[in-house]
């Protein structure tokens, strides 16, 4: 087993104390870099880059050498799931993910194709094992997948969307429909990630891009359940260490209460609510990750530790905080810009953690 | 002087006895119309239609010959003024609105045209004189502009945008510079709405469409101060009545404390926020507008019935709500769902103002 050398991330995500705030960037592995634009090219386009464990390694540690980060996060997509149920994922210039296939009725539902984790997805945790090696405890590595609601979402509008125009006609007409995809999803989710665990994943982060384009109640049962019920199977130990779970819910604040409860060990924050407010909602139950808007990488040296100081100072004193952005890194930041960021949470912070 | 007939709507803003819970849809004159279609077909373009006081009332008035609502829109755009400041508003089929000249600069929101309303817009003060006349006491007729940030956001992007990259740059790296257009905005929005008012406008509503994507305090600062300055400026009575004021933040649930103490008589509610939390949380300081997920219209009869039942109790007895989407209605919507809505928060609402 190797020997964890920075482990400031996972103590974060369980509370414990830490001599400074750790932090990584969402998206960190990303165009902004021109590594990685480089590496991409070479490997043709999106999806090859997924598929090729060594340059999906060499992506997923670019922004290390870079940035003094606390955590890598494999390199993948967030649609393999729906991918290997059959629906043919593929990518257009400047239009983001789409299907080939769409599932909008029951029958399509029933009609899935039951993934087989370890065939289906094997490039997956072969990138995991891959990075985990290349890691070699440099920091921890997390593993991903996106929730239930958000792949659905895909699934049902094809690709991306504005209006979620399929999808929510098929909750409000069909709510047992879009249930019965949700709880294979769900399923499929817990393989997927005890999968990373298992090849080497020592965190994993749930992605629920779209949940807060959801109706109050709706949230509850269409998204937050699917994504306490994956929490309550996944492995919580690997390799003698706690694995923990982070569910980070895009536009989720009003739900903050109920994510505290899901039975995860941290909960993702988007930059739109105050972190103390955040911080005082949720109280011992869970660590909070986040939560500068990703637009302030576009300010000025000075202007950004200014947010930094300011996030950490409404964080306050005290174990449980995982500094982030609130959501993807920008692909037109320059990539001078992390490293402020970076540098500036961990000098910062210091003064809490005493 | 014109009596009103229906003045539920009126009353409800401002927290005052009705017999039923007034109802309207925002883009209630819209695509889903075949009538609107057909109009727009004979105007030639969106632009050309607001831009004709004749069809403008037209297709203001078409939702009222099928439903059964209890206020009037003014059919309008939303960027009319950064239109009359010379940036040349047109529209890209599909794209939705683009503005030829783009705001990036200091010198750029210098160089702004002082807009005059009563000549450079004068075309929608016409059109309020026209649908008032046309309306005739029928119903209540609404004023609206966008709030200064989310004009902004269009002016310094120079469309729509999903990273609002531009714009949270100059926030993040001139924040003085956004502050002295958003401050050039107010006070054109003041002199727009008040000559809407002037020209028969009833109530009148501030579209905050893009203030759910800023960060905590600066929502507070670059929007919310804004609007709260606007009302500050409005006229609160005409042609013997009071003329009450709304205030719609999307994605605005965080904020909901501040925005209930703007000086607005109603907060407008998307539809992410259970009402009845909403409505303790604002207590008596302003009466509620919302807030029915838009996509509830593609559900069953019985199933749009029963949305409409649980928002009526959730919001509970008592003075100060006006029913609505908690957006736009959607262009796929069947002509025959609003009747549905509209009819089931008349029947059902009654027993809540005994």
Redesign the interface.
């Known amino acids: 087993m190797t020997q964890l050398k920075n482990d400031r991330f996972l103590k974060a995500l369980l509370r414990e104390p830490v001599d400074a705030t750790p932090v990584w960037m969402m998206r960190q592995a990303g165009r902004y870099l021109p590594e990685y634009r480089e590496t991409r090219a070479q490997a043709g386009d999106f999806l090859s880059l997924c598929k090729n464990k060594e340059l999906a390694c060499e992506v997923t540690i670019q922004p290390l050498e870079r940035y003094d980060l606390d955590a890598a996060i494999l390199f993948s997509d967030i649609l393999t799931i729906p991918d290997a149920m059959g629906l043919g994922l593929y990518f257009e210039t400047g239009e983001g993910p789409r299907f080939k296939k769409v599932i909008r009725t029951e029958q399509d539902v029933a009609s899935l194709k039951v993934v087989n984790t370890a065939s289906d997805l094997s490039y997956v945790t072969d990138a995991v094992t891959e990075i985990h090696g290349a890691l070699s405890g440099r920091v921890p590595l997390i593993g991903f997948s996106g929730s239930p609601w958000t792949l659905a979402t895909y699934m049902v509008e094809g690709g991306s969307s504005k ?3 399929h999808i ?2 098929m ?3 069909e709510p047992e429909t879009l249930h019965a995809l949700l709880n294979v999803l769900a399923d499929s989710v817990i393989d997927y990630l005890n999968a990373q665990i298992d090849a080497g994943a020592q965190a994993v982060q749930i992605f629920d891009t779209w949940g ?8 509850l049962d269409f998204s937050l359940a699917y994504m306490q019920k994956i929490v309550a199977g996944l492995k919580t130990e690997a390799r003698g260490l706690r694995v923990p779970s982070i569910v980070f819910t895009k ?1 989720g ?2 739900w903050l209460d109920q994510i505290a409860d899901c039975g995860a060990n941290a909960l993702g924050l988007d ?4 972190i103390g ?1 955040a911080r005082s909602m949720v109280g011992d139950r869970v660590a909070l990750q986040g939560n500068m ?4 990488l ?3 040296p000075d ?1 950004i530790k200014a ?1 930094v100081a300011r996030i950490l100072r409404d964080f306050g004193a005290g174990n449980g905080h995982v500094f982030n952005l ?1 959501h993807g890194i ?1 692909q ?1 930041v320059d990539p001078a810009a992390p490293k402020v960021f970076v540098d500036a949470v961990h000098e910062l912070s210091a003064q809490y953690h005493v």
């Open positions: 209006d979620f125009r929510k006609a909750m409000y007409r807060g384009n959801l109706s109050d109640q709706a949230y536009g604040g009003l930059w739109t609510m105050n407010r808007d990703p637009s302030v576009y300010a000025k202007q947010e609130g920008h037109f």
